[in-house]
């Protein structure tokens, strides 16, 4: 069973997801450029969820590339990834909406790290497919970043009820260390 | 007559579909955790939907691995099942934002009977055109799942109007039934 | 220059636009069976614009299997036709919300003719790059279905302000006329 | 790092741009013809963002023709033109709707002016990809078109307070100049 269609699909899902986000950024009312501030919230989580979503194709573009086969078990740990990145729209519209307030500061790392879990439940199951020489896992290596994420994320949870801003700021930091695209796959693959 | 448009046009509609289901869960006003509790049966609904239409994806990928040459017959067929996969959205979004009532549950039954029946005309459409050595049909075998599924449809139906929790029980068990990716087709192509 | 992503890119267009018409199918308030009646004409005509973007879709496929290469022109005739696609949604929704009145019914047909003449010049750019020996030419012959359809449209439009129950009749009966697949290409590429 | 998954992602991000701004031609209430009079500034904004996306996938289409790998700073510089095209529904709805008053005409152009500069980075990313012999910077040459925009949309800007037909008539001027697509590139590659 060839890789093609699951990339395709994932692609589609994802690409909607990056777009349907933008809705969230509604057309305001009134042509006076002071209708434009309470969008700014709005603005800053769709770019920060932007870049996540960014993040994510560009580690699962990653990923897929050593891949040969799908079985059924990657179709079905993909489509849970999928379905935690498809909350992403609505968590960050809640927090752009209302200033970043404490509950859907919250929200969105909870979303957040349900994601980064369902795709270590995804780098698993593509590393137990491959079995003993798996290409992914030479990768992978210690996947110190995959498993420091979710830390972090846990933490910013509870933080949000203290201090949303501090929560953020992980966000923010994660979001950071992950914009280099996965190096340790380019380096494996000799290329 | 190739059948990559078919999938990448049938891998659109389903991404769509399923992103669009996600639309449903409106942003709450106000940042109050309790302003998530009526998104509560919405998210439910979506789970349950989202789990059945990745069913239908998995499937329909597993029957068009069989397939070689796609025919007028065949578009048709599956233009039909996306229409019904195309109600998802709206029938899962009444079932959600009415906490799965009796009318909206025995509707999203029926349009679940629609689908599993344009599933089995499409499957029979695909057999029809490979002919008498169908490699669809030897994978396909009796066809069991298939056959129950619509009987367990067409049975939630009127149980809705009676107990809708009964009904959901139902679409949750046919979704179980079905999670296990049709290993039959991986068995007869020896993968 | 390929044809694959020309093929990509209005597949994605088209699955789009056919899954946002489904848009204009809300959400219901209230669980009583009854707030679906006002639904019905906006499914009729949702019916009748999937069936119409299917059509396209399929003849889309069946046009572009004759090319090989893709000109500039051949990319914004392309694009042209998308365009008027792209307005079926909104026309879809105004007809059914309105019950087929006639100023509704009327523009629905403009569009469709605007759409009609839209693939008609697409067929001739995709001719004339084909040179003298074009295949779509030779398939297309003397191309009676594309010449009377928009004659059929263009007679629905007034109609409409008389009695648009006939105008829908002769959408309907355009629909029918085309929902062979275009036998003809089938038949010069000999399969 | 093939260049297809690339193209995909983008494709279906613009597809999915292209058809959302159609969202805003929001379904009119009333059967009355007189209800589409304000749709036509709407409907006019569309057409002028409609053909703007149309030139930059035409654009886009032909530039990564000439790209055989894809590195990760290709990948991120496209995401960021992706970002800036995701902006183009709500800059558009905002103009239609206020009838290209002045502020909404500025934002408009603000957005095309950060557009072609992300095309411009995107463009730089890849020749640097393909080092000196790079194929995309044979075709561009001295990219007249590619400089001279920017400097369009950045006098339009500050005109829109003065008279914002000036700036409209300036984004159609800069369109006129794009719509022949990159025949630089096709010449290049001698096709």
Do not use: C
């Amino acid at each position: 069973m060839g890789k093609g269609r699951l990339e395709a699909f994932s692609d589609g899902v994802i690409a909607i997801i990056i777009t349907i986000m933008v809705l969230e950024l509604k057309v305001p009312h009134g042509e006076d450029p002071a209708v434009l501030q309470p969008l700014l919230p709005v603005l800053l989580s769709y770019i920060l969820s932007f870049v996540y979503v960014g993040i994510y194709w560009n580690n699962h573009h990653h990923m897929l590339h050593t891949v040969q086969q799908v079985k059924g078990s990657v179709l079905w740990a993909n489509l849970h990834l999928l379905f935690w990145l498809s909350l992403f729209p609505v968590t960050t519209g809640w927090m752009g909406e209302n200033d970043f307030a404490p509950a859907p500061t919250a929200l969105y790392g909870a979303v957040l790290l349900m994601a980064a879990i369902a795709y270590y439940i995804l780098q698993r199951v593509v590393i137990a497919s491959q079995g003993e020489h798996s290409l992914l896992a030479k990768a992978v290596g210690r996947d110190l970043k995959g498993k420091v994420s979710p830390l972090l994320y846990a933490a910013a949870i509870p933080l949000a009820f203290w201090n949303p801003w501090l929560s953020n700021g992980l966000y923010i930091a994660v979001a950071l260390i992950w914009l280099i695209p996965d190096r340790r796959i380019e380096r494996v693959l000799g290329r």
